[in-house]
């Protein structure tokens, strides 16, 4: 009987003192987590004030110049499309694959222009 007793006492003391030290750490990871995150929080703050700082890295001279490298071959592609659909439709010609292949590649790069158009030129 006595064993019994003092084995549950132990036990019950075991069990306070374990969640105790549970409770301390909890507190103790938490303020050392809220100071982690007020560091890390700082951090991004001090990039985003660099990156605002050097955000403009592109001229707008440049922009113009990349629009129109990539609207010279969006011309040539859709000039090349309607070519080579025209002559499908009136001469009878077998480039059906061309004729797709030719007005992927031009969907692909039109997609391209314009979105690269809304960001450089028309920020949300």
Sequence with gaps: ???G?????????????LQSSLVLGAETNASATEGNSITVLQAFDQQQTQHENNQ???SAHQKQVVMF?????????ILLTAA?????????KP?????MILASLTISLALAHV?????WFYPF
């Design 1 to 3: 009987m006595k064993k």
């Design 5 to 17: 007793f003092f084995r549950l006492l132990t036990f019950a003391i075991f069990a306070l003192m």
């Design 56 to 58: 403009s890295t592109i």
């Design 69 to 77: 490298v990539m609207g010279v071959p969006l011309l040539i592609l």
């Design 84 to 92: 080579i659909g025209i002559a499908m439709g009136i001469f009878g």
């Design 95 to 99: 480039w059906f694959l061309a004729h």
């Design 115 to 119: 979105v690269v158009g809304l960001v």
